[in-house]
């Protein structure tokens, strides 16, 4: 017979849980810096600079490929593909379907970042055209992964930046997962993973990380870095790259006198983490 504390669920250990993924974050970390991915980047203009220091401070190696033209050579050979439409425009759109195209057809995994999806009948129809390419991980603000997920505009939206809280996002992240077949991820105050089913809080970060534009762009590259490391556990490896940077930031708060010199200190923490204070520091677990 289940003994009684069993049956109330005092069999649940909350230390051991955030200690399992504290070791996991670490293992990936460390994965990242000696496999040192390759991710190609099709990415915004604003975001270009701060993701590719992100990826290499993480130990990735990022590659801001996105001429039609070099796809066919080049993302084959790439270990995750990030598509990010921040600053979409007509001759950058079949780049990043070709690209999608074939990261799929090589069993590479990829990951949209929606950005703004409902700033336009362009960005919304483009967006669901590439989530119909099969994306590993989409991974956006509050109002971009509800505008997604009910495929309508949301008239109150503030262009690039959030009007909404992450956890209002929930149902609608589990919905999207579930038309979509990929982990959804939205980031905020608690970034919340979700394959349909299962919802995952990762608790780290600071609230002025939104004060610095591209953190989110930058995040969600650190994603396609992490899930290229672990593709059959990518919902796992989704909430590990949340922490890792949102850790990095709270180390660099420390440092820092504003958005800019967090910008900088972020940086370096994300390049020097170690194993106890990733072990000891990173904060993820499960909602539901
Ligand atoms: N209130 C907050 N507290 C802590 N971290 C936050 C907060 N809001 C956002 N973040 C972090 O900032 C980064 C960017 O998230 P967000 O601002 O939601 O995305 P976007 O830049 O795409 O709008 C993410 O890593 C997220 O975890
Ligand atoms: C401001 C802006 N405009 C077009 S893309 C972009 C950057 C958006 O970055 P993030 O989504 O990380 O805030
Ligand atoms: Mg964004």
Redesign the pocket.
């Known amino acids: 017979m289940m003994e009684a504390s069993k049956r109330r669920g005092e069999d649940r250990d909350p230390p051991k849980v955030e200690a399992r993924w504290g070791r996991r974050a670490w293992e990936l970390l460390e994965a990242v810096r000696r496999r040192a991915p390759l991710v190609q980047c099709i990415t915004n203009f604003v975001s270009m600079d701060l993701m590719a220091n992100a990826l290499l401070a993480a130990g990735a190696s990022p590659a801001m490929v996105h001429s039609l033209s070099e796809i066919d050579d080049f993302t084959p050979r790439a270990d995750a593909i990030l598509i990010n439409v921040g600053t979409l425009s007509d001759g950058w759109l079949p780049s990043m379907r070709a690209a999608a195209t074939a990261a799929t057809r090589a069993g590479c995994p990829w990951v949209l970042d929606p950005v703004a999806v409902s700033a336009s009948d362009f960005r919304l129809e483009a967006c669901l055209g590439l989530v119909g390419l099969r994306p590993a991980v989409i991974r956006?603000?509050p109002s971009e992964i509800l505008g997604l997920s009910s495929a309508c505009r949301i008239r109150d939206s503030k262009g690039?930046?959030?009007s909404h809280e992450s956890m209002d996002a929930v149902e609608a992240a589990k919905s999207l997962a579930q038309a979509s077949g990929a982990i959804v991820a939205v980031?905020?105050?608690v970034?919340v993973i979700t394959d349909g089913q299962q919802v995952v809080g990762a608790n780290n970060?600071?609230?002025m990380?939104?004060k610095i534009t591209a953190?989110?762009?930058a995040?969600t590259a650190l994603i396609a870095a992490f899930i290229a490391i672990d593709p059959p556990n990518t919902l796992e490896a989704t909430a590990c790259a949340?922490s890792i940077?949102?850790l990095a930031a709270e180390l660099g708060m420390d440092m820092a006198k504003g958005p800019a010199s967090l910008r900088m200190h972020m940086i370096d923490s994300l390049h020097g983490l170690d194993e106890h204070t990733v072990t000891s520091r990173v904060n993820i677990s499960f909602i539901t």
């Open positions: 956006g603000n690039a930046d959030s980031s905020g105050a970034d970060g600071v609230a990380m939104q953190t989110g762009c995040v949340f940077f949102g």
